[in-house]
């Protein structure tokens, strides 16, 4: 792993003191160090710029220098370029970024010494195609949520498994969370928390107008289609990781199942899962 990309969130890194910290150290060993051109000119080091879109396809790891949210932000590039992903802890869980601030000429150290490991997460792919016939695909990391967004009704979603009518919820949304996502979004809507090696993925209705409506867990091997039941003026909100990809009306065909991509984090802690559950989760609403 010779050639490293940078990615920084400047609302995390506003100076970026701690990239400039890491781009120091990385090119002291030896390191091909890479990043986009804005965030080159920022730190004074013109000559590591190259276009956004390239990091994917030159470097061999891309570390990301933010917080979990920073690493879902290029998970869906990294994964079409089978790009391991590391990323340095700036804000406040940390579920997958794995290097803190103060441990990172210790934890880089572990990278040029090859003392790590590479877990590869589950991803879910999503397909949408449009009244018009144009077909969206999308990659999450996390989850796709499928949402009623700011309007004020509740909304109803019919939800199909494998083609067979599962059931259909009066809600402000739907999750399907992978499960590294299960302890995100998905936990927060009640759904249950999984092992990130588990081979399924979970299927959370959000706020449901019902008293019965519960998490389904869902195989790897299974297919869900989502239909909108609502007026036509009413958008639906489909967010993908977080970020709002586009709005829905009962006339587009939403599938989502397993990916063919998966994304490959390189873990440097040696913290295990539930260790990191305790620590980010329980210990910190004592």
Same mark, same amino acid.
């Given at each position: ?64 220098? +933010? ?39 210790? *934890? ?41 967004? *700011? ?29 590294? +996502? ?32 519960? *998490? ?12 909108i039941c609502h007026h036509e003026s009413m958008n639906i909100e489909l967010n ?47």
């Amino acid at each position: 792993m010779k050639k490293v990309g940078i990615v920084p969130n400047l609302l995390k890194d506003k100076e970026l003191e701690i990239t400039q910290i890491v781009v120091n150290w990385l090119i002291e060993k030896g390191f091909n160090v890479y990043a986009a051109h804005h965030i080159a000119q920022k730190l004074g080091q013109h000559s590591i710029g190259i276009n956004e879109e390239e990091i994917y396809k030159l470097c061999d790891i891309v570390i990301t220098i +933010g917080g979990d949210g920073t690493i879902l932000s290029v998970a869906e590039k990294a994964c079409i370029s089978d790009v391991p992903i590391v990323g340095v802890n700036l804000g406040r869980l940390g579920f997958l970024a794995d290097i803190e601030p103060a441990d990172i000429d210790y *934890s880089l150290s572990k990278l040029l010494e090859k003392d790590y490991r590479i877990e590869e997460r589950m991803m879910l792919r999503v397909k949408v195609i449009a009244p018009n016939g144009q077909e969206h695909i999308f990659h999450a990391l996390n989850d796709v949520n499928i949402s009623r967004g *700011s309007f004020s009704r509740i909304a109803e979603f019919e939800i199909l498994v494998n083609g067979d009518l599962c059931d259909i919820y009066p809600a402000d949304g739907v999750i399907l969370s992978t499960p590294t +996502g299960s302890t995100a979004y998905n936990l927060s809507a009640g759904g249950p928390i999984a092992l990130p090696d588990a081979k399924s993925y979970i299927l959370t209705p959000v706020c449901p107008h019902t008293i019965y409506s519960k *998490s389904i867990i869902l195989s790897e091997e299974d297919t869900v289609q989502i239909k909108i039941c609502h007026h036509e003026s009413m958008n639906i909100e489909l967010n993908v990781d977080g970020k709002m990809k586009m709005y829905l009306t009962p006339n587009h065909f939403i599938a989502i199942q397993k990916s063919s991509y998966v994304t490959r984090l390189v873990k440097l802690s040696e913290l295990n899962f539930f260790e990191i559950l305790r620590k980010k989760i329980v210990e910190r609403r004592r």
